[in-house]
């Protein structure tokens, strides 16, 4: 029998009597709370928690917000909007988008994806989702090539669980249902999900590679960075994160941090993407950095198909010539 090492965590939740409820039911309800609080947190480490009354409010909206999320597709609740990303070198020649996910509850209103993307990953719900936006975003592709028969490529994300053995499958039946080239779509795989490959779904998205599908390494830099995952999978692109970009213009080591990325990404042959630019000061730090794509509030915020298709069809934005290759 070949040996095994399994890491054992532990997570420990804590209530008190009788602050937290004079019944031993009460009680134990209280602590399981404060325990899946910290299995929330996604540590390796051991962890302990109090029991505190708003992780009661928390776990019912949690509840709610799954509830409704089930029906959500079925209602029409679920749309889709698209965020421009345009060239560093003109800042209206368009050279890619962005698809984002939306969702407009008839009992909730408008919920945060911050809020009911983590509940649907962890309820299982997110496969479901997953499978209509992409079939929804080829859709997308499909109508705006129809129009505009040199738009350029449209990324879409790619939840955690979607990332398994028969993804590169999934991806071309729907691109040959729709009559799309593999080259009309970019998958954004975010730092975080790296940990979580294995050799089969490493096959998996060399196939997608192969098969002409390009592959964006997205939320570069939110502290799960695995140089040995970078240097075996291959990336077309990497997306540098926000949380950079807001302190760019203030911290000169952030700055430093960021020509530093980037040329890691120019030795590995990546196109640059950062996200999240909002003000032109921080535009000005980006400048002759050697970055490919821009994408934020200062140059557009996320729309609708339509309303991207006006700025196009207005001449507000155009397209940039050989976006493809970009």
Not at 112 to 118: K, V
Not at 178 to 207: C, P, R, W
Not at 213 to 238: A, H, K, N, P
Not at 278 to 292: A, F, Q, R
Request: proline share 2%; with cysteine; charged share 20%.
């Amino acid at each position: 029998m070949q040996r095994q090492n399994f890491q054992v965590t532990c997570a420990i939740g804590i209530s008190t009597w009788p602050y937290n409820g004079d019944e031993a039911t009460l009680l134990l309800q209280s602590a399981d709370l404060a325990m899946y609080h910290v299995k929330h947190l996604d540590s390796n480490e051991v962890h302990y928690q109090f029991y505190e009354e708003k992780m009661l409010v928390n776990s019912q909206r949690t509840l709610e917000v799954q509830q409704h999320l089930r029906n959500a597709i079925a209602e029409n609740e679920l749309y889709l909007v698209l965020q421009p990303q345009f060239s560093l070198d003109d800042s209206q020649a368009l050279c890619g988008a962005e698809v984002l996910l939306r969702w407009q509850s008839k009992k909730l209103g408008l919920v945060s994806p911050a809020e009911f993307i983590p509940i649907a990953e962890k309820s299982g719900l997110i496969l479901t989702i997953s499978a209509w936006v992409l079939e929804q975003s080829c859709r997308l592709i499909k109508q705006l090539q129809e129009q505009f028969s040199n738009f350029p490529r449209v990324s879409v994300n790619l939840s955690g669980d979607e990332i398994s053995v028969g993804l590169a499958k999934r991806i071309n039946t729907q691109l040959t249902a729709f009559g799309l080239s593999s080259q009309s779509i970019m998958l954004e795989i975010t730092e975080a999900q790296l940990v979580k490959f294995n050799d089969q779904v490493t096959s998996e998205i060399d196939q997608l590679r192969r098969q002409g599908v390009r592959i964006s390494l997205d939320d570069f830099g939110t502290g799960y960075s695995s140089m040995s995952y970078l240097s075996s999978l291959r990336f077309d692109e990497i997306k540098i994160d926000r949380t950079f970009i807001t302190k760019i213009s203030t911290d000169k080591k952030i700055l430093l941090l960021v020509k530093a990325i980037v040329s890691m990404a120019q030795a590995l042959e990546c196109k640059i993407v950062v996200e999240g630019v909002e003000t032109t000061e921080e535009l000005d730090c980006l400048t002759n950095m050697g970055i490919d794509v821009l994408q934020g509030y200062l140059f557009g915020k996320p729309m609708p198909c339509e309303k991207l298709v006006a700025h196009l069809n207005s001449g507000k934005y155009k397209i940039l010539e050989s976006s493809f290759n970009i």
